[in-house]
């Protein structure tokens, strides 16, 4: 199953993981969500299991310093973000769902004082067509959708894949994403940086190599001047 880490600001590590049961079949029954905290030494402080009925699959998992930690993935095909306390117990889980967003898939997440921002593609239909859109619900310490970043793909436009972010120190957000793969496009990585308010402040891209070349990013942060 996937694994993902997140970091608080006293250097306190969390683990988060699917673990599966059902025997040896190739399609397992059930998939519980795992989660441990570790203290900056090393040591182990308290680890949780959820037992899942459906498929629980771990995505990405954060932590602000807050004594919040955070963690986004899928209960069966529904995106959930489920908040832990200091001490290991689940606070609350929240499913995702809108009525303008469709084919919603959470790929990141980052917390900031006590707010998550969770990097999503998604599809949207405007004038019975479907456009692909990059969105950021950003959820409180209550669980509570305080505000979404968008950006939406200009029709006919090149699909670029935002799957990491990275608060700024105002509140806004950096966004990165690749184009891989595409025959007709140079394969190339694009950032984009919202302001608190959700407008686009700019967006830059470089590319990589000729079409049809696989590029991925997998880590990106911002430094506290931006």
């Known amino acids: 199953p996937p694994l993902s880490l997140g970091c608080d600001t006293a250097g306190n590590l969390?683990?988060?993981?699917?673990?599966?049961?059902?025997?040896?079949?190739?399609?397992p029954q059930s998939q519980d969500?795992?989660?441990?905290?570790?203290?900056?030494?090393?040591?182990?402080?308290?680890?949780?299991?959820?037992?899942?009925?459906?498929?629980?699959?771990?995505?990405?998992?954060?932590?602000?310093?807050c004594a919040n930690m955070f963690v986004v993935g899928?209960?069966?095909?529904?995106?959930?973000?489920?908040?832990?306390?200091?001490?290991?117990?689940?606070?609350?889980?929240?499913?995702y769902s809108s009525t303008t967003y469709r084919e919603v898939d959470f790929s990141s997440?980052?917390?900031?004082?006590?707010?998550?921002?969770?990097a999503a593609y998604a599809?949207?239909?405007?004038?019975?067509?479907?456009?692909?859109?990059?969105?950021?619900?950003?959820?409180?310490?209550?669980?509570?959708?305080?505000?979404?970043?968008?950006?939406?793909?200009p029709p006919g436009g090149t699909r670029v894949n935002y799957t990491r972010l990275a608060w700024t120190a105002d509140g806004g957000l950096v966004v990165a994403g690749t184009v891989t793969q595409d025959p007709t496009n140079p394969a190339a990585i694009h950032l984009l940086r919202f302001s608190p308010s959700g407008s686009i402040m700019w967006h830059q891209s470089r590319v990589i190599g000729p079409p049809g070349t696989r590029v991925n990013v997998d880590a990106l942060d911002v430094d506290p001047v931006g």
Not at 33 to 51: K, P
């Open 14 to 27: 969390y683990l988060g993981t699917g673990s599966s049961s059902g025997g040896c079949s190739p399609t």
């Open 33 to 65: 969500l795992f989660v441990r905290r570790y203290h900056f030494n090393g040591s182990s402080t308290w680890s949780t299991t959820i037992d899942g009925q459906a498929m629980q699959s771990v995505i990405d998992a954060a932590a602000d310093g």
């Open 74 to 95: 899928n209960s069966g095909n529904t995106p959930v973000v489920r908040r832990f306390d200091n001490g290991g117990t689940q606070v609350w889980e929240k499913a």
């Open 109 to 118: 997440a980052r917390a900031r004082d006590g707010l998550l921002a969770v």
């Open 123 to 153: 599809r949207f239909c405007y004038s019975s067509v479907y456009n692909d859109a990059f969105i950021a619900p950003v959820f409180d310490s209550s669980g509570n959708m305080v505000k979404t970043f968008v950006y939406a793909s």
